[in-house]
């Protein structure tokens, strides 16, 4: 997800109570729900697709989990000893007690995958032990009515504290109907899943993928032989198949190349296959080859979700 969303989960965690805990509770909760994405930094020194066999890997992994709260709850304890040194510490400020903030930035860095998780894009949630990729297909990974849910409870809460009021019970009325949406998103998808997966046969792989703004609607992506063909689904009422909207055209599709021998000397060709879930090859207007991912194709903008391929030629696709 985004790091607004990421923040805002830290935030009405912290306002559902935990910030009572120690004193920094707050930004340990915050900061440790963005800290997996500390390898966004990985942008400054990889080029193009390269970025794609690097992010949501090591740093959301198991180790990364338990050392990078220890790491900030560190910083953090150092900081409330420097304002105390300087005179400068708060006198609001909760005593910090180490292993509470150890604590605090243990559970926002664990929300981290768990909500990255819910997307298409995938994560690796068992690296370096395993790099395989797992994916939620639950939301879009800018969701704007979960960032008015998560808004609007940490105001509530925060209106109510100010005024002395029970202010816990907004943030945990935001959690509980966070999690009901998240829920009700889970089982759209579950249902697109076996609605579309009875009516596919010949071993065709199928991908339910959240769109923006409109939760209840999926764009169903179909591939057979994977690294052949993908196509837009949709339906009318009743649960049958209308049309099948191919992306792209057949006469922009390639055959698929033979990317085995290719990688193996094009890092950028071997970071997009180990990152990719729908990959299918196009057409260059110089008759070349431009590898995309299902998941995130848009031909007017050929961007880092995207491989070329210029000394590779296109070849039409096979018969049937």
Same mark, same amino acid.
């Given at each position: 997800?985004?790091?607004?969303?990421?923040?805002?989960?830290?935030?009405?965690?912290?306002?559902?109570?935990?910030?009572?805990?120690?004193?920094?509770?707050?930004?340990?909760?915050?900061?440790?729900?963005?800290?997996?994405?500390?390898?966004?930094? $990985?942008?400054?020194?990889?080029?193009?697709?390269?970025?794609?066999?690097?992010?949501?890997?090591?740093?959301?992994? !198991?180790?990364?989990?338990?050392?990078?709260?220890?790491?900030?709850?560190? *910083?953090? +304890?150092? +900081?409330?000893? +420097?304002?105390?040194?300087?005179?400068?510490?708060?006198?609001?400020?909760? !005593?910090?007690?180490?292993?509470?903030?150890?604590?605090?930035?243990?559970?926002? &860095?664990?929300?981290? !995958? &768990?909500?990255?998780?819910?997307?298409?894009?995938?994560?690796? *949630?068992?690296?370096?032990?395993?790099?395989?990729?797992?994916?939620?297909?639950?939301?879009?990974?800018?969701?704007?009515?979960? +960032?008015?849910?998560?808004?609007g409870s940490v105001w509530w809460s925060r209106r109510q504290e100010k005024a002395g009021g029970t202010w816990m019970r907004p943030a945990w009325v935001g959690i509980a109907v966070g999690l009901a949406y998240i829920g009700v998103n889970g089982a759209i998808t579950g249902y697109e899943r076996r609605d579309y997966g009875s009516q596919l046969s010949g071993g065709a792989e199928f991908i339910s993928s959240p769109v923006p703004?409109?939760?209840?609607?999926?764009?169903?992506?179909?591939?057979?032989?994977?690294?052949?063909?993908?196509?837009?689904?949709?339906?009318?009422?009743?649960?049958?198949?209308?049309?099948?909207?191919?992306?792209?055209?057949?006469?922009?599709? &390639?055959?698929?190349?033979?990317?085995?021998?290719?990688?193996?000397?094009?890092?950028? *060709?071997?970071?997009?296959?180990?990152?990719?879930?729908?990959?299918?090859?196009?057409?260059?207007?110089?008759?070349?080859?431009?590898?995309?991912?299902?998941?995130?194709?848009?031909?007017?903008?050929?961007?880092?979700?995207?491989?070329?391929?210029?000394?590779?030629? $296109?070849?039409?696709? !096979?018969?049937?």
């Amino acid at each position: 997800m985004d790091n607004l969303t990421h923040s805002l989960v830290g935030a009405v965690l912290g306002q559902a109570g935990l910030k009572r805990t120690t004193g920094l509770a707050m930004p340990a909760l915050i900061i440790g729900a963005n800290l997996p994405d500390v390898d966004a930094a $990985c942008f400054f020194w990889l080029e193009g697709t390269e970025h794609l066999a690097f992010r949501r890997g090591i740093t959301h992994g !198991p180790p990364a989990l338990v050392l990078l709260p220890l790491v900030l709850a560190g *910083l953090l +304890w150092g +900081w409330d000893r +420097w304002q105390t040194r300087r005179g400068t510490r708060p006198e609001a400020r909760l !005593p910090v007690r180490f292993g509470w903030l150890y604590a605090m930035a243990f559970i926002g &860095c664990l929300s981290h !995958p &768990c909500f990255d998780w819910l997307n298409v894009y995938g994560i690796r *949630l068992l690296e370096p032990f395993s790099s395989q990729w797992f994916y939620g297909d639950t939301l879009f990974i800018i969701d704007p009515w979960l +960032w008015a849910l998560l808004i609007g409870s940490v105001w509530w809460s925060r209106r109510q504290e100010k005024a002395g009021g029970t202010w816990m019970r907004p943030a945990w009325v935001g959690i509980a109907v966070g999690l009901a949406y998240i829920g009700v998103n889970g089982a759209i998808t579950g249902y697109e899943r076996r609605d579309y997966g009875s009516q596919l046969s010949g071993g065709a792989e199928f991908i339910s993928s959240p769109v923006p703004f409109a939760f209840w609607e999926r764009q169903q992506i179909v591939g057979k032989d994977r690294e052949v063909w993908f196509t837009l689904l949709s339906r009318i009422p009743g649960g049958a198949v209308e049309k099948a909207e191919e992306l792209p055209v057949p006469s922009e599709r &390639c055959d698929w190349p033979d990317t085995a021998t290719l990688r193996r000397s094009n890092s950028q *060709l071997d970071a997009f296959l180990f990152w990719s879930r729908a990959p299918f090859a196009t057409r260059a207007p110089d008759g070349s080859v431009i590898l995309y991912d299902a998941r995130f194709y848009d031909p007017r903008a050929r961007d880092r979700f995207s491989v070329a391929l210029p000394d590779v030629r $296109c070849e039409e696709l !096979p018969a049937g």
